[in-house]
């Protein structure tokens, strides 16, 4: 497996396999609660927005609709990524009755759980970036929903923040228990050289300064400060001296994040974007042809 390109195709060709999946999960052999409606009856529907948020997860939405009604026509009124407002309409859809009422729910999932991610990523973007010299990269993890990984690390993307591995097959994270089993920093960085050619980087966490000095020492390129005081991040900045690409995380809020990026880090990887989502406010409203 190598790691996934974002293009436009491959978004596409994710959100067919996702949307399919979740039509499964809800419609399975039969939506019965639409059958009371007349197959051939058509109809127009509006999806609206009912908080300020970032818009995302249109990929999504449209293949849920897609996968029922070929045929069916979605005009979106607010672009992926931007800003939208209370009750503004992001998307007007005209289609078969039966098909917009089956897709519903699978649409505003997809679009409540991305939209959330985006929106939530976009404001700690936008608190780091008001540091005067900022540097920081806001970056996701691997504390994802299971199954739906890539559907919220593009939500991460379209927010403005970066993308972390993807998952073990594409880049190699020591942790203190890999440090633990190996025998140590030193000896952990050794053995990563083993792999280090199928990785797109090799990280090294660290809980103390003591620890930094050794990976620097043993050519660590990228380090994570885990869970460190604002004190020993701002002695760890000095100590790398530039050496290599400094990452912090544990805890991290926004009540700490503007304080986090002042102390010249690179990088602030928070897995609350992808965890603790909560769910943005959508509604659709139809009426029939």
């Not at 504390?143 to 923040?161: D, H, I, M, N, S």
Request: proline share 3%; glycine share 8%; net charge negative.
């Amino acid at each position: 497996m190598t790691p996934f390109d974002f293009s436009p195709a491959a978004i596409a060709a994710l959100a067919q396999s996702d949307a399919a999946r979740a039509l499964q999960e809800d419609v399975g052999a039969g939506d019965l609660t639409a059958a009371l409606v007349d197959p051939a009856a058509q109809a127009r529907a509006r999806v609206l927005l009912r908080e300020r948020a970032v818009l995302c997860g249109q990929a999504w939405a449209s293949a849920a609709l897609h996968a029922l009604a070929p045929q069916a026509r979605l005009d979106w009124k607010l672009a992926e990524g931007a800003w939208g407002e209370p009750n503004q309409v992001v998307v007007e859809l005209q289609g078969p009755a039966q098909a917009l009422l089956s897709a519903e729910r699978t649409m505003l999932n997809f679009l409540q759980m991305m939209s959330g991610v985006a929106t939530h990523c976009a404001h700690f973007v936008a608190a780091v970036q008001s540091v005067p010299g900022n540097r920081a990269q806001i970056v996701d993890t691997r504390k994802t929903l299971p199954g739906l990984r890539l559907a919220q690390k593009y939500a991460v993307r379209t927010g403005g923040g970066t993308n972390h591995r993807i998952g073990l097959f594409d880049a190699v994270l020591i942790k203190e228990n890999h440090i633990a089993a190996a025998g140590g920093v030193s000896a952990a960085l050794l053995r990563a050289q083993a792999v280090a050619a199928q990785a797109q980087f090799v990280e090294i966490e660290v809980e103390t300064l003591e620890q930094l000095r050794e990976a620097l020492q043993a050519g660590a390129r990228m380090v994570l400060l885990d869970n460190m005081t604002h004190a020993q991040l701002t002695e760890a900045v000095a100590i790398n001296a530039g050496r290599a690409v400094l990452e912090v995380s544990g805890g991290v809020t926004m009540d700490s994040v503007r304080a986090i990026a002042a102390t010249g880090v690179d990088r602030i990887s928070i897995g609350a974007l992808t965890k603790d989502i909560r769910a943005t406010d959508f509604s659709m409203r139809l009426e029939q042809i």
